[in-house]
């Protein structure tokens, strides 16, 4: 096996190189570039070494590097001329077995593909827990990738040179990412239950069947990872809790939340369980137990699927759980309360009032998510740290004119709704994009009755306004709702804007952020900071005690609440290595 001491004594380059010949496919410069680099903190290290080398290469040196790689099923494949490396990995894929029909599938692909962008189809075919994408999986995933501009795409062909890179680095090192592969199977089994007709679709909705199985099993998962007490508690959230060497001390409180988005991703929230119960097993397989004891909860509810509310889980432990939540009620008319006692919940709200922390009783609150977003992804790197949650305002709005003949009303005789909503909408683009890390989004934009042949006389929409504070959360809202007010005025129409949601930035504790950025260190990676666009449970925690998050990488672009949502098992593991770095520098 390799290791990084043989590569440090590497004399030269070229020496260097050649220990890691078939790392990169027939790109030796990468690695020779790398050598500068040296040394090596630990294996991601090394791999984000590499990886850099790429980005900071030229474009043509970057296409080449795409273009080195073997068409799969292709033509070196029948001929045997692929290197080693491919060879194994399109076998692992059953690549090497099609059918005569998946054959010439993929010859038809890689014709399409190559007339579109001019460079081979590059998947790492082990995928993402590294033992293998199934032949039909591998054409699904061609055929969608097929639709992407050719920057996406030369983009996401780099993205998956570099994960063919890791895997066969750990291979060289003999290197297994164990607990990341754990994680990656939790997530797969706990997908299982899903209220969705298509097994392969998955929706979780508070206290539906599928969601009180997802219950019972991350209850019996906390039990066999060696939680000292696990319990449902009055809204649904899985509550499982390790001792510390002191009961009394005050103890960490970590989780996310097992609900999910209809049509969703396997990982978002649930990362942030598994992760934890993970750390939590190991220390109990190790006999070992911290001064501080773990506390780990599994939201039953944060993404305000079947009522409309958000947050129910976590606001039952800061104390802000609202009463009149109990007599809302879902789609079929059934109440939250109903709902409640059908799942064998007291549905009383001192019960749910029982649930509030104290916060004298712990140390702050941690939370592991995947990004949801794209930055990790283009930057090649695994984790990131969470410097705050962007506080939002949203509004439901409407615009009123005057329907009118869209053939006799000339052009400066119109009061057209839509027109100043679509006016709108740029302001909102042009105002967030002037200040680092505000977004502003017109996500629903209706003309009711609307025909082709009428100038629009109403237009209603949706405004959707964030920012990592307060200030510029409101600096942004008052900047748009001016702008919807002069518009209107001067296309002589009338409007309603009404609020939505109003909530709260939540920056980060500076001493659990420098935490977090430390156990990134430990691993040998960089520290990147950057903030949370969406909402987490962590800014609900935020009301009570300290908080700070740790992002991890996503797959496909970031994409999330999603089925194509996904991670690795490298970076699974770099996240459940970061909280138990940060469990230990707790200790």
Known sequence: MLSLDALHAAPTATEFAALLDGIYEHSPWIAEAAWARRPFASLAALKHALAGVVRAAPPEAQRGLICAHPELAGKAMVRRELTTESTGEQRSAGLTDCSPEE??????????????????????????????????????????????????EQAECLRQIHRIAEIRLNDRFGAVPLQGRQAWDCAELLA?????????????????????????????????CGFDEVRIDAVGNVVGLYHGTDRDAPRLLTGSHYDTVRHAGRYDGRLGIFVPMIAVRELHQAGRRL????????????????????????????????PAWLDQVDADGVSMREAMREAGLPATMEAIASERRDPAQYLGFV?????????????????????????????LGEVVGTASHAGTTPMDRRH?????????ALVVERAARREPDRVGTVGMVNVPGGSINVVPGRCQFSLDLRAPSDTARDALADEVTG?????ATARGLQYRLTPTLCASAAPSAAAWQARWEDAVRQLGLPVHR??????????????????????????????????????????????????????????
Not at 114 to 139: H, M, Y
Not at 369 to 393: A, F, K, W
């Open 530 to 587: 950057l903030p949370s666009g969406a909402g987490h449970d962590a800014m609900q925690l935020h009301r009570l005690i300290p908080q700070a998050m740790l992002f991890v990488r996503g797959g496909n672009a970031g994409i999330s609440h999603n089925p194509l949502e996904t991670v690795t098992d490298d970076d699974a593991q770099l996240a459940v290595d970061a909280f138990r770095h940060l469990l230990e520098n707790l200790a």
């Open 367 to 395: 939370e592991v998510h995947i990004e949801q977003g794209p930055v990790l992804n283009e930057l090649d790197l695994p984790l990131g740290v969470v410097t705050s949650i962007n506080g939002s305002r949203r509004y």
């Open 291 to 322: 001064p501080h004891g773990i506390e780990v909860v599994g939201f039953a509810e944060e993404e305000g699927q079947r009522f409309a509310a958000t947050f129910l889980g976590s606001s039952a432990l800061t104390g802000h759980f609202d």
């Open 192 to 224: 299982r239950h899903t209220e969705a007709a298509d097994a392969h679709t998955l929706t979780v909705t508070y206290l539906t069947a599928a969601h009180r199985a997802c219950q019972r099993q991350l209850q019996q998962w906390m039990q066999e």
């Open 483 to 487: 702008a919807l007010d002069r518009i």
């Open 103 to 152: 054959f010439d599938t993929l010859q038809r692909l890689n014709a399409a593909y190559n007339a579109k962008f001019g460079f081979p189809f590059i998947l790492a075919v082990r995928g993402p827990r590294s033992v293998g994408l199934t032949r039909q999986e591998i054409i699904d995933t061609f055929t969608r990738r097929l639709g992407h501009s050719p920057a996406a």
């Open 416 to 424: 057209d709704a839509a027109l100043a909503v679509a006016e709108l």
